[in-house]
C-alpha cells in the first residue's frame, strides 16, 4: 500500500513522531514529506494519507490548515485518512483557563479530520494525539511507541 504522511513540526516533536509513522510502515511504500514541500501529487494513489500537525493556538500551523485548504475538492474521494497532532496534557498543566480554552477551541488534529472528510476523505480512525512534556517538548515518554503502535493498526491488511 502507498502511505503518504505529511506533517508540520514546530520544534521537532511532531516531526520525531511522523517518522516513527514511516518507519512503522516498513514494506509499504511511504512519502513521508513536510508540508512545506508537499504536494497533492504525493497522495495521489494513496492508500491511506496521514496528516499531523502541532497545535499551536488550539489549531493546525496554518501551513497545515493552507495545504488541506488547497487540496482540490474530493481529492481524497474513497482514501482512508487519519489525523494526528502533538499537544500538552492540559491535565498535567493544571491551568483551568488551559482547560476551559481546549473545551471551548480544541486541538489540531480534530481539525485536520474535518478538512480530510470535506476533501472526501474516509476516517480510517479517530484523530489521534501524541503528549509533548512542555510547549516546546519534547515529547513525553512513551509517545514514540505509542505512534508505532498506532501506525501498526492503520497498515495492517
Known sequence: MRIAIIYDSVFGNTE??????????AGHEVILRKVSSATAADIAGAG???VGSPTRAFRPTPAISAWLKALPARSLSGIR????DTRADVVTV???FLT???RFFGYAAE?????LAARGGVPACPPQWFYVN????PLRE???????AWAATLVQP
Open 111 to 115: 481539525k485536520i479530520a474535518r478538512a
Open 16 to 25: 520525531q513522531v511522523a517518522q516513527k509513522l514511516a518507519a512503522a510502515a
Open 48 to 50: 491511506l494519507v496521514l
Open 94 to 96: 493544571n491551568n483551568r
Open 134 to 137: 512542555a510547549s516546546e517538548g
Open 100 to 102: 476551559f480554552m481546549v
Open 81 to 84: 485518512v487519519a489525523a494526528f
Open 142 to 148: 512513551g509517545e514514540l511507541d505509542r505512534a508505532a
